[in-house]
Protein backbone atom coordinates (compact mmCIF):
# COMPACT_ATOMS: atom_id res chain seq x y z
CA UNK A 1 0.00 0.00 0.00
CA UNK A 2 2.66 2.35 0.84
CA UNK A 3 4.56 1.77 -2.58
CA UNK A 4 1.32 2.49 -4.52
CA UNK A 5 0.48 5.72 -2.53
CA UNK A 6 4.22 6.92 -2.81
CA UNK A 7 4.13 6.30 -6.71
CA UNK A 8 1.13 8.00 -6.76
CA UNK A 9 2.33 11.11 -5.16
CA UNK A 10 5.56 11.42 -6.90
CA UNK A 11 3.60 10.53 -10.16
CA UNK A 12 1.10 13.42 -9.70
CA UNK A 13 3.99 15.63 -8.33
CA UNK A 14 5.80 15.32 -11.24
CA UNK A 15 2.87 15.74 -13.64
CA UNK A 16 2.10 19.23 -11.70
CA UNK A 17 6.14 20.29 -12.47
CA UNK A 18 6.96 20.19 -9.31
CA UNK A 19 10.93 19.82 -9.27
CA UNK A 20 11.71 18.55 -5.56
CA UNK A 21 9.60 17.22 -2.94
CA UNK A 22 10.43 17.17 0.34
CA UNK A 23 8.78 15.31 3.35
CA UNK A 24 9.62 14.51 7.22
CA UNK A 25 9.35 9.96 7.87
CA UNK A 26 10.13 7.63 10.76
CA UNK A 27 13.81 7.32 10.52
CA UNK A 28 13.55 3.71 10.23
CA UNK A 29 11.71 3.88 7.34
CA UNK A 30 14.61 5.87 5.59
CA UNK A 31 15.36 2.39 3.33
CA UNK A 32 12.04 2.57 2.18
CA UNK A 33 12.40 6.45 0.87
CA UNK A 34 15.55 6.33 -0.48
CA UNK A 35 14.34 3.37 -3.18
CA UNK A 36 12.27 6.49 -5.14
CA UNK A 37 15.25 8.78 -4.70
CA UNK A 38 14.66 10.57 -1.58
CA UNK A 39 17.71 11.08 0.75
CA UNK A 40 17.79 12.21 4.53
CA UNK A 41 18.85 15.86 4.88
CA UNK A 42 19.71 17.63 7.92
CA UNK A 43 19.89 15.75 11.50
CA UNK A 44 17.44 13.48 13.46
CA UNK A 45 14.59 15.42 15.17
CA UNK A 46 12.11 13.40 17.35
CA UNK A 47 8.55 13.58 17.06
CA UNK A 48 6.12 12.04 19.78
CA UNK A 49 9.17 10.83 21.11
CA UNK A 50 10.09 9.03 17.96
CA UNK A 51 13.68 9.53 15.58
CA UNK A 52 12.18 11.44 12.40
CA UNK A 53 14.53 12.93 9.46
CA UNK A 54 13.79 15.00 7.02
CA UNK A 55 14.04 13.36 3.32
CA UNK A 56 13.91 15.55 -0.32
CA UNK A 57 14.12 14.27 -3.42
CA UNK A 58 14.64 15.91 -7.00
CA UNK A 59 11.58 14.57 -9.33
CA UNK A 60 13.25 16.53 -12.79
Do not use: I
Not at 40 to 50: L, M, R, S, T
Amino acid sequence: MGTALLRHVLATARRQGTRLLWCAARQHTLPFYQRFGLAAEGVVFYKDNVPCLRLSGSLT
